[in-house]
């Protein structure tokens, strides 16, 4: 678990967004990236069997239709998403990815996006230009391999250091990979019911904070890519200080 450095001092509270602007580059990521080009041997080990069985499926295929649909078949969860990517980049560039890496979406970007399609000998004769394995596509898909990896840790460590700093809080939501909480879950009356949010504050009780017709539910949205916990308040007025090095201070009623 995370702790703060004993001789941290408290940060001075901020009010707007506007506050964390000057020291913006502190807020970043806390990872490391890859350097290129030493990525490039794992990358050819990990893609080269993705980029062979594109090829057979390929030179099996009468239609790039009918590539994507054989694609879909493909009982492998990891392998199927890989090769989705290598026909998005070789046939069809719009296609959204998220659709791609759903098989029961198949069909339905066809009949969508099917008339954009590269026809399938033009398909293979590009690929046909390239070396196999081709070190630039490994490159990209090499870029996918950890993505989401590095916000799911900062997800992790923001829960972690608010309930070192806020024990009589309760956090709920998932703290890496895992469906959002919704609105309609947290308020039987609420407007919107499938709205999703990142996590949800309570009290220690688990009901009601304030005195107030709905709990005073926080909805704080970690940007991953700044490192800056959004604070959205729902139904009570409330003040935190936030900062990644630690929850500074504890919650207080403001109005």
Same mark, same amino acid.
């Given at each position: 678990?995370?702790?703060?450095?004993?001789?941290?001092?408290?940060?001075? *509270?901020?009010?707007?967004? &506007?506050?964390?602007?000057?020291?913006?580059?502190?807020?970043?990521?806390?990872?490391?990236?890859?350097?290129?080009? !030493?990525?490039?041997?794992?990358?050819?080990?990990?893609?080269?069997?993705?980029?062979?069985?594109?090829?057979?499926?390929?030179?099996?295929?009468?239609?790039?239709?009918?590539?994507?649909?054989? =694609?879909?078949?493909? +009982?492998? #969860?990891?392998?199927?998403?890989?090769?989705?990517?290598?026909?998005?980049?070789?046939?069809?560039?719009?296609? @959204?990815?998220? %659709?791609?890496?759903?098989?029961?979406?198949? +069909? /339905?970007?066809?009949? /969508?996006?099917?008339?954009?399609?590269?026809? =399938?000998?033009?398909? /293979? &004769?590009?690929?046909?230009?390239?070396?196999? @394995?081709?070190?630039?596509?490994?490159?990209?898909?090499?870029?996918?391999?950890?993505?989401?990896?590095?916000?799911?840790?900062?997800?992790?460590?923001?829960?972690?250091?608010?309930? +070192?700093?806020?024990?009589?809080?309760? =956090?709920?939501?998932?703290?890496?990979?895992?469906?959002? #909480?919704? %609105?309609?879950?947290?308020?039987?009356?609420? @407007?919107? *019911?499938?709205?999703?949010?990142?996590?949800?504050?309570? !009290?220690?009780?688990?009901?009601?904070?304030? +005195?107030? $017709?709905?709990?005073?539910?926080?909805? #704080?949205?970690?940007?991953?890519?700044?490192? #800056?916990?959004?604070?959205?308040?729902?139904?009570?007025?409330?003040?935190?200080?936030?900062?990644?090095?630690?929850? $500074?201070?504890?919650?207080?009623?403001?109005?």
């Amino acid at each position: 678990m995370d702790r703060l450095p004993p001789s941290l001092p408290n940060p001075t *509270p901020r009010s707007s967004f &506007a506050d964390y602007k000057d020291d913006g580059r502190t807020w970043i990521t806390l990872a490391t990236g890859e350097y290129y080009p !030493d990525v490039l041997k794992e990358a050819l080990v990990l893609y080269e069997p993705v980029l062979v069985l594109f090829s057979k499926y390929l030179r099996e295929s009468e239609s790039s239709t009918r590539l994507l649909l054989r =694609i879909a078949e493909e +009982q492998s #969860i990891w392998m199927r998403i890989q090769l989705a990517r290598v026909f998005r980049k070789y046939v069809s560039p719009e296609t @959204p990815v998220e %659709m791609l890496k759903k098989k029961s979406k198949a +069909q /339905q970007i066809c009949d /969508q996006f099917g008339t954009g399609f590269r026809p =399938i000998h033009i398909v /293979q &004769a590009a690929f046909d230009s390239r070396p196999l @394995p081709d070190e630039a596509l490994c490159a990209l898909l090499w870029e996918y391999k950890d993505r989401g990896k590095k916000g799911y840790d900062i997800t992790s460590r923001f829960f972690s250091l608010f309930r +070192q700093q806020f024990p009589s809080l309760v =956090i709920k939501g998932p703290e890496r990979a895992g469906r959002d #909480i919704r %609105m309609g879950e947290v308020f039987a009356d609420y @407007p919107r *019911p499938t709205r999703p949010v990142d996590f949800v504050i309570y !009290d220690e009780s688990g009901s009601k904070c304030w +005195q107030s $017709a709905w709990p005073a539910t926080i909805r #704080i949205a970690v940007a991953h890519r700044k490192m #800056i916990a959004l604070v959205a308040i729902l139904a009570v007025p409330m003040k935190f200080s936030v900062t990644l090095r630690g929850m $500074a201070s504890e919650p207080k009623s403001c109005l």
